[in-house]
Nanobody, 116 residues
Framework: QVQLVESGGGLVQPGGSLRLSCEAS?????????MRWYRQAPGKERDLVAD???????NYVDSVKGRFTISRGSAKNTVYLQMNNLRPEDTGVYYC?????????WGQGTQVTIAS
């Protein structure tokens, strides 16, 4: 089993920054192939924001390119999402996801609110 715990959400003003963290705890031997950040805005579907592969390759949705950066910690089981120049439309619950050799797992989510 893999457990994912997100942290770092909060309320910030437009133009501000937040750094989200996701720590994966692996209870048995499992390989993590991809770690992803999703966002679910109020009343909308959950959408992929960014992902990072075990190779280090990254992808971003167009709306966050140049503003968000996904990265991994030195332990490889931690992934970060640095969010700069935040906009009101970035508001939502941010979920961490891991694609592993044992299946796909989700965190509980962390709320990000961008408002004046």
């Amino acid at each position: 089993q893999v457990q994912l715990v997100e942290s770092g959400g909060g309320l910030v003003q437009p133009g501000g920054s937040l750094r989200l963290s996701c720590e994966a705890s692996v209870s048995y031997a499992a390989s993590i192939y991809v770690m992803r950040w999703y966002r679910q805005a109020p009343g909308k579907e959950r959408d992929l924001v960014a992902d990072i592969f075990s190779s280090g390759g990254t992808n971003y949705v167009d709306s966050v390119k140049g503003r968000f950066t996904i990265s991994r910690g030195s332990a490889k089981n931690t992934v970060y999402l640095q969010m700069n120049n935040l906009r009101p439309e970035d508001t939502g619950v941010y979920y961490c996801s891991a694609v592993t050799s044992r299946g796909n797992y989700w965190g509980q989510g962390t709320q990000v609110t961008i408002a004046s």
